[in-house]
């Protein structure tokens, strides 16, 4: 593992190794202290950045520290959280069920036919023989791969894996059994899969998010695929930021290159385009029932709530019906911004994917805040994105636009960003090195295809 990846994983390691040998003797020490996450905004009370007060209902204007602004820092890229069939449902069901039904884990009292049916919907829309639901993304992917993989295995992990992939993979393996390959780049993934073969004792498992939800880029899963047939691997795709989102009639970032059939596992949460709660991994059936018994996260852990159940389903035919129309409405609103921001001189990458990342021109977080902090204060909430959740020396301001947007909202954004660039007289380059790190070593041509891709 580099250090990225350590810092990611492990954040408390940085002052671990700090502090030295100096011993901690009450596990309630550290709390006191400026480390961490955060620490300094932790010991401040904080409300602003790390934890914003938000208690409107989410959409694209909410109001922030006294102020309607538009909202760019929520995942609702079709605009289903604030559709009325919707709540009528979760209402109705909620009215039927409670929130207590089902009660009891799936292997013990908590599967029912609504439960079956949302698992083959969800296989069916992924051309996969079988899926299995979860409570919530983040323990999908613990369970699955958990449940996949035993200790001689070993995982090769993209290095801009979401945090849920690289704490799944700290816990299914140890030391030299976790490899780390450069973002989005096949020369360092192969040279891995290479690597592990001569002290191979078992099976190799690619990890990877399909659409990377900080950056908006894609994995090359098609070069991917081929890598992982060579050297005789099994391939799992995140694609908690695609499903939906990207791909004919949304099926996500595999299908998008056309490699669904050879992604071994793919996985997604209804967190972002489904604006709701619980995940999934589609596979072949046997996989998909080796995981029903032994993804720990899931087998020990009561099962999906009715209302979330009877909401995805829905959620799924509406995305039949129209989602066409809401992805051609957010696709509408992601040009307009991206376009804007570009033509004004703020580096925005081409991605495949609706988010507009805009990378700044300090990773300094008091930079950040400061930019993040007069844009908000003109109504435009915008979260700024920094280490350790992006490689050290770069961030950026991740932007969702969604089909619930209106170009009233996009004009009032540039102009705010047109006003930042003006008041702090910012010189917009981003060192290429950074661009480098984050879009892979072929970022100038990918950027191009996948603007060829998204259309
Ligand atoms: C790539 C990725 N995987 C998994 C998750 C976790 O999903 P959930 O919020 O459903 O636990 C997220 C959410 O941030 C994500 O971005």
């Known amino acids: 593992m580099d250090a990225f990846s350590v810092a990611t994983s492990d954040p408390a390691s940085a002052e671990r190794q700090a502090r030295g040998s100096e011993a901690r003797f009450d596990i309630f020490d550290k709390c006191s202290t400026a480390e961490g996450n955060f620490g300094p905004q932790r010991q401040s009370g904080d409300t602003y950045f790390t934890r ?62 609504p439960h ?53 993979a700290r816990m299914s393996a ?22 592990v073969q001569t002290r191979r004792k078992g099976g190799v498992l690619i990890l990877t998010e399909g659409i990377f939800g900080m950056t908006g880029d894609c994995a090359p899963l098609d070069g991917i695929v081929e890598l992982k047939e060579k050297y005789n691997a099994r391939l799992f795709v995140d694609d908690a930021h695609g499903f939906g989102v990207v791909g ?121 805040m400061t930019w993040s902090r007069y844009l908000r204060q003109r109504g435009i ?11 050290r020396g770069m961030a950026l301001f991740r932007m969702i636009p969604t089909a619930s947007h209106t170009e009233a909202d996009v004009e009032e954004t540039l102009a705010g960003f047109r006003a930042l660039r003006d008041e702090f007289s910012l010189d917009l380059a981003v060192d290429p090195q950074v661009v480098r790190t984050v879009y892979g070593p072929d970022a100038a041509t990918i950027g191009q295809d996948y603007a060829r891709m998204a259309g």
């Open 381 to 391: 909430f915008v979260s700024p994105v920094v280490y350790p959740v992006v490689p």
């Open 52 to 113: 914003p007060l938000l208690d409107d209902k989410p959409g694209p204007r909410m109001h922030f520290d006294g102020r309607e602004c538009v909202m760019w820092s929520v995942n609702d890229y079709l605009g289903f959280a604030g559709d009325p069939e919707l709540r009528r449902i979760a209402a109705a069901t909620a009215a039927e069920w409670g929130a207590s039904g089902p009660m009891g884990s799936r292997m013990m009292s908590g599967t029912t036919t």
């Open 116 to 168: 079956l049916d949302l698992e083959r919907s969800l296989a069916d829309l992924c051309g996969k023989p079988d899926s299995v639901l979860f409570n919530y993304g983040y323990l999908g992917v613990l369970g699955t791969i958990q449940a996949l993989t035993e200790p001689d295995d070993i995982l090769v992990m993209d290095k801009m894996s979401h945090a849920c992939i690289v704490d799944a």
């Open 174 to 195: 140890t030391g030299r059994n976790l490899r780390v390959f450069r973002h989005n780049d096949l020369a360092s993934l192969e040279r891995l899969l290479k690597s």
């Open 248 to 368: 004919p009639d949304g099926r996500g970032a595999s299908a998008l290159h056309g490699v669904m059939d050879k992604t071994d596992i793919y996985f997604s949460t209804f967190a972002k385009a489904f604006a709701s709660i619980g995940g999934f991994s589609a596979s072949e059936h046997s996989v998909v029932e080796w995981i029903k018994y032994n993804a720990r996260s899931q087998v020990f852990a009561k099962s999906l709530p009715m209302i979330f159940v009877k909401t995805a389903q829905r959620t799924l035919e509406l995305m039949a019906t129209d989602g066409d129309e809401r992805r051609r409405r957010m696709w509408h609103m992601s040009r307009l911004l991206a376009e804007g921001l570009r033509s004004m001189g703020f580096e925005v990458q081409h991605v495949p994917s609706p988010v507009v990342p805009v990378l700044l021109p300090s990773a300094r977080v008091v930079d950040c």
